[in-house]
């Protein structure tokens, strides 16, 4: 196996999907990148599934994550063994406080201030879905039922550690202006749940599709206000995505085909990475993940 030498050595990375459909061949793209990433840099897998959404929740879509990773034989060191323990023991509403914490620690410093503006109110100030600041000022009632945004100064660009070559300048995208952070549900935003499950998992390799290169500064403008420097130390690496013959991004709600789907019509572990290496370019086709993680070279 090749192992990056030059490269520096990493405690712990994640896989980190969401139960809201059945897992498509994007999602493995993604876990088979994390994965060999972690082995060739000697970082432990966390297995983390994001399941704050409750309204999209549902137990098969749990189930069918263990399903396939095991199924392709994706390795993962750390995390839930099956379902039930995930439910027990893993879940992110066993995090709550956690999440709480921090949200009060924004609150207290004057980081963040509440929004009553629906999501048509929005839109409609505003052409590009950029939030134009609306309640900034308001001072809205604490108590009233609203999302919190967090408040964006002039500091949208951030310093990003990329796991190969030197630190890059991350840019905030004007739509994610004033991002919310805790939503009217009672629940965190993905935004800061993800960094606060980052931080209490000591992550600090993080492998994600460069769809999420936005959320990363956002993550880091946070970590950064919470004064949270292990995360700014994180290294990053956004892949690049598989997409439709129409250049689209896979979707589990687009209707992606799914490793669900391929295995009730009979294919095998095989026949995904076969898939696997003509989307990825790989430069021979492999079948089983030892033969992708012999093959799989880091590119940017
Ligand atoms: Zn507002």
């Given at each position: 196996?090749?192992?990056?030498?030059?490269?520096?050595?990493?405690?712990?990375?994640?896989?980190?999907?969401?139960?809201?459909g059945y897992l498509h061949i994007g999602?493995?793209?993604?876990?088979?990148?994390?994965?060999?990433?972690?082995?060739?840099?000697?970082?432990?897998?966390?297995?983390?599934?994001?399941?704050?959404?409750?309204?999209?929740?549902?137990?098969?879509?749990?189930?069918?994550?263990?399903?396939?990773?095991?199924?392709?034989?994706?390795?993962?060191?750390?995390?839930?063994?099956?379902?039930?323990?995930?439910?027990?023991?893993?879940?992110?509403?066993?995090?709550?406080?956690?999440?709480?914490?921090?949200?009060?620690?924004?609150?207290?410093?004057?980081?963040?201030?509440?929004?009553?503006?629906?999501?048509?109110?929005?839109?409609?100030?505003?052409?590009?879905?950029?939030?134009?600041?609306?309640?900034?000022?308001?001072?809205?009632?604490?108590?009233?039922?609203?999302?919190?945004?967090?408040?964006?100064?002039?500091?949208?660009?951030?310093?990003?550690?990329?796991?190969?070559?030197?630190?890059?300048?991350?840019?905030?995208?004007?739509?994610?202006?004033?991002?919310?952070?805790?939503?009217?549900?009672?629940?965190?935003?993905?935004?800061?749940?993800?960094?606060?499950?980052?931080?209490?998992?000591?992550?600090?390799?993080?492998?994600?599709?460069?769809?999420?290169?936005?959320?990363?500064?956002?993550?880091?403008?946070?970590?950064?206000?919470?004064?949270?420097?292990?995360?700014?130390?994180?290294?990053?690496?956004?892949?690049?995505?598989?997409?439709?013959?129409?250049?689209?991004?896979?979707?589990?709600?687009?209707?992606?085909?799914?490793?669900?789907?391929?295995?009730?019509?009979?294919?095998?572990?095989?026949?995904?990475?076969?898939?696997?290496?003509?989307?990825?370019?790989?430069?021979?086709?492999?079948?089983?993940?030892?033969?992708?993680?012999?093959?799989?070279?880091?590119?940017?």
């Open positions: 196996m090749k192992k990056y030498k030059h490269f520096m050595k990493f405690s712990t990375t994640r896989l980190a999907p969401t139960p809201s999602n493995v793209v993604n876990f088979l990148t994390t994965a060999a990433l972690a082995r060739k840099m000697d970082a432990k897998i966390l297995l983390r599934i994001d399941d704050l959404d409750l309204s999209r929740k549902r137990p098969e879509y749990v189930k069918d994550i263990f399903n396939t990773l095991t199924f392709l034989g994706i390795p993962y060191d750390e995390g839930p063994a099956d379902p039930l323990d995930f439910e027990q023991n893993w879940s992110q509403h066993r995090r709550l406080e956690m999440y709480q914490e921090a949200f009060e620690s924004l609150k207290i410093n004057n980081l963040v201030f509440a929004c009553q503006c629906s999501r048509k109110q929005v839109s409609l100030a505003s052409k590009n879905g950029r939030y134009p600041g609306t309640c900034r000022n308001k001072s809205l009632d604490n108590n009233r039922v609203c999302n919190w945004r967090f408040r964006i100064e002039a500091f949208t660009s951030t310093k990003v550690n990329p796991i190969a070559g030197t630190v890059e300048s991350l840019q905030l995208s004007k739509r994610m202006q004033d991002f919310v952070v805790w939503k009217k549900d009672g629940l965190p935003a993905y935004q800061l749940a993800s960094l606060m499950d980052d931080l209490h998992f000591d992550v600090d390799l993080i492998v994600r599709g460069k769809d999420l290169s936005r959320s990363t500064a956002a993550q880091l403008l946070l970590a950064k206000a919470l004064k949270r420097p292990s995360f700014l130390n994180a290294h990053f690496h956004h892949h690049s995505l598989i997409l439709t013959p129409e250049n689209k991004k896979l979707s589990k709600s687009a209707g992606s085909i799914s490793i669900h789907y391929m295995r009730s019509i009979g294919l095998e572990p095989e026949d995904v990475y076969r898939q696997v290496s003509v989307l990825m370019g790989l430069e021979k086709v492999v079948t089983n993940f030892g033969e992708f993680l012999e093959v799989y070279s880091f590119r940017k």
